[in-house]
């Protein structure tokens, strides 16, 4: 400091020195908090040895370095191309430019400056490291693009982890790793990842996007719309958050549209719109799996069993613990009497849900398995199941006459055979439904030398059978 007096005026000149000398003061300071991983005290030192000599490189280079510590990488960049700036040869600020490029999923900005230091210094180990570090980022992205393209989203979930493992803070994978979570159907994983970005920036559009995303899949139509919308508030061009918000107001209006035809009892109408209502969104596993079911409820009442059959295993696919589906698939697979399948089903719904209306539904379907397996009496005489007395015996009369051994005396031993057989059938069938016990038992599927069969069990029966007529 120099002092100069002219009269009763005092000049007060402070020399660079002493500035200089100021801001080495705090940048020692900081170098010890830094060590002693004390970085926001640190990062205050040097900020402070900055405002004292601005245009020192290495000040800026130090404060660069303690950003990356406290994972500020967007000010650290800045840091280090300010340090750069000052002066090109400074190797490490260039070095640390490139690394938070790097961190920021930048690689060829990173690789440009990883190039800076080897020809500054050809034989830098951490410069020949780092440069191959962004060539394999760039590597993944490639990889990860390619993947997308043919929907291979656990490959690209499998390269934006190992970019990640040096791109750290790269917003644009973990976004990218989020869209391919959702779309495996790992809901709660992207929605992790979404909300992790949105804690630092919560106007992130890409991360606002994959939230709705989420909800969207889980059949949270309403909900995805607003996080859609929010989206395309901050980003009104995003291409991605337009077409969802789309979809999703179009697949629920449609779905709605479809319930409505069906509570009308127009199940025509209900099964073609829940057709269309399959086109719009083939990623939309939750819902689809919805709209298959239910058009194979339409389908139960148009009597299109097989086709109803299809639409229920086509749901059970997209979500295999949708319980409705097996229940709907079981009950035609009964009403087509496809009696293993059926209890196949009712197996799993019961082994999911151990409720005492399942297990009463598996139990009447190993009933109807069971009587299955036996001689189908009714169907020997040709006749339905609720046939009355009078019918029984007219078909009876028919049968033994169509099947008696002397109508075929002039035919081969091979066809008297045949016909004997059916003519002792048709026998045993009369003789089980002209008795009212027998009838009684064989239609409740208990064996019919079995003397422990309950005759309240047949006397109600035989009383539903009278409603039955009636």
Same mark, same amino acid.
């Given at each position: 400091?120099?002092?100069?007096?002219?009269?009763?005026?005092?000049?007060?000149?402070?020399?660079?020195?002493?500035?200089?000398?100021?801001?080495?003061?705090?940048?020692?300071?900081?170098?010890?908090?830094?060590?002693?991983?004390?970085?926001?005290?640190?990062?205050?030192?040097?900020?402070?040895? $900055?405002?004292?000599?601005?245009?020192?490189?290495?000040?800026?280079?130090? +404060?660069?370095?303690?950003? #990356?510590?406290?994972? +500020?990488?967007?000010?650290?960049?800045?840091?280090?191309?300010?340090?750069?700036?000052?002066?090109?040869?400074?190797?490490?600020?260039?070095?640390?430019?490139?690394?938070?490029?790097?961190?920021?999923?930048?690689? #060829?900005?990173?690789?440009?400056?990883?190039?800076?230091?080897?020809?500054?210094?050809?034989?830098? #180990?951490?410069?020949?490291?780092?440069?191959?570090?962004? %060539?394999? $980022?760039?590597?993944?992205?490639?990889?990860?693009?390619?993947? !997308?393209?043919?929907?291979?989203?656990?490959?690209?979930?499998?390269?934006?982890?190992?970019?990640?493992?040096?791109?750290?803070?790269?917003?644009?994978?973990?976004?990218?790793?989020?869209?391919?979570?959702?779309?495996?159907?790992?809901?709660?994983?992207?929605?992790?990842?979404? %909300?992790?970005?949105?804690?630092?920036?919560?106007?992130?559009?890409?991360?606002?996007?994959?939230?709705?995303?989420?909800?969207?899949?889980?059949?949270?139509?309403?909900?995805?719309?607003?996080? !859609?919308?929010?989206?395309?508030?901050?980003?009104?061009?995003?291409?991605?958050? +337009?077409?969802?918000?789309?979809?999703?107001?179009?697949?629920?209006?449609?779905?709605?549209?479809?319930?409505?035809? !069906?509570?009308?009892?127009?199940?025509?109408?209900?099964?073609?719109?829940?057709?269309?209502?399959?086109?719009?969104?083939?990623?939309?596993?939750?819902?689809?799996?919805?709209?298959?079911?239910?058009?194979?409820?339409?389908?139960?009442?148009?009597?299109?069993?097989?086709?109803?059959?299809?639409?229920?295993?086509?749901?059970?696919?997209?979500?295999?613990?949708?319980?409705?589906?097996?229940?709907?698939?079981?009950?035609?697979?009964?009403?087509?009497?496809?009696?293993?399948?059926?209890?196949?089903?009712?197996?799993?719904?019961?082994?999911?849900?151990?409720?005492?209306?399942?297990?009463?539904?598996?139990?009447?379907?190993?009933?109807?398995?069971?009587? %299955?397996?036996?001689?189908?009496?009714?169907?020997?005489?040709?006749?339905?199941?609720?046939?009355?007395?009078?019918?029984?015996?007219?078909?009876?009369?028919?049968?033994?006459?169509?099947?008696?051994?002397?109508?075929?005396?002039?035919?081969?031993?091979?066809?008297?055979?045949?016909?004997?057989?059916? !003519?002792?059938?048709?026998?045993?069938?009369?003789?089980?439904?002209?008795?009212?016990?027998?009838?009684?038992?064989?239609?409740?599927?208990?064996?019919?030398?079995?003397?422990?069969?309950?005759?309240?069990?047949?006397?109600? +029966?035989?009383?539903?059978?009278?409603?039955?007529?009636?």
């Amino acid at each position: 400091m120099h002092i100069t007096g002219c009269c009763d005026t005092v000049i007060v000149i402070i020399l660079p020195s002493l500035f200089h000398s100021e801001a080495e003061v705090f940048k020692e300071e900081g170098n010890a908090f830094y060590i002693n991983k004390a970085y926001s005290e640190a990062f205050s030192c040097y900020s402070k040895a $900055i405002d004292a000599c601005p245009k020192n490189a290495s000040y800026y280079g130090n +404060r660069a370095a303690t950003l #990356m510590m406290l994972s +500020r990488f967007r000010e650290a960049l800045e840091d280090s191309q300010q340090s750069v700036r000052l002066d090109e040869c400074f190797m490490k600020g260039h070095l640390r430019e490139g690394k938070c490029h790097l961190s920021l999923g930048n690689a #060829m900005a990173a690789s440009r400056c990883f190039q800076k230091v080897l020809e500054l210094e050809p034989g830098n #180990m951490q410069a020949q490291q780092e440069h191959k570090n962004a %060539s394999s $980022i760039l590597e993944f992205e490639r990889v990860a693009e390619s993947g !997308f393209e043919k929907r291979d989203f656990r490959k690209v979930v499998y390269c934006m982890d190992r970019a990640l493992g040096v791109a750290s803070a790269c917003h644009r994978f973990k976004i990218l790793k989020a869209e391919c979570l959702a779309l495996l159907g790992r809901y709660p994983e992207a929605q992790s990842v979404a %909300s992790d970005i949105l804690r630092i920036d919560s106007t992130n559009a890409d991360a606002l996007y994959v939230r709705g995303l989420c909800l969207y899949y889980e059949d949270c139509i309403d909900k995805a719309v607003q996080f !859609f919308v929010q989206a395309l508030r901050m980003a009104p061009d995003h291409e991605k958050a +337009r077409l969802a918000c789309r979809n999703a107001k179009a697949l629920k209006a449609k779905k709605e549209e479809g319930n409505q035809a !069906f509570k009308d009892c127009s199940y025509e109408a209900a099964y073609r719109l829940y057709t269309e209502a399959l086109t719009i969104d083939p990623n939309n596993i939750k819902t689809n799996a919805k709209l298959y079911c239910n058009r194979g409820t339409a389908g139960v009442k148009l009597t299109k069993l097989d086709q109803a059959i299809e639409d229920c295993t086509s749901a059970i696919k997209l979500d295999p613990t949708y319980i409705k589906a097996y229940l709907r698939r079981a009950q035609c697979y009964t009403d087509t009497e496809q009696y293993d399948d059926a209890v196949r089903d009712y197996e799993k719904v019961y082994q999911t849900e151990k409720t005492k209306e399942h297990k009463q539904l598996l139990k009447a379907a190993q009933l109807e398995l069971k009587k %299955s397996k036996r001689k189908d009496y009714y169907k020997v005489l040709g006749i339905g199941k609720n046939a009355t007395d009078d019918e029984i015996k007219k078909a009876y009369r028919k049968r033994a006459l169509m099947h008696h051994p002397d109508r075929h005396s002039a035919a081969t031993t091979e066809v008297q055979k045949e016909e004997e057989k059916k !003519f002792k059938e048709v026998g045993e069938a009369f003789t089980v439904l002209s008795d009212p016990k027998k009838k009684c038992r064989y239609d409740s599927g208990h064996d019919l030398d079995d003397d422990g069969v309950n005759v309240a069990v047949c006397d109600s +029966r035989s009383s539903i059978y009278n409603i039955s007529k009636g």
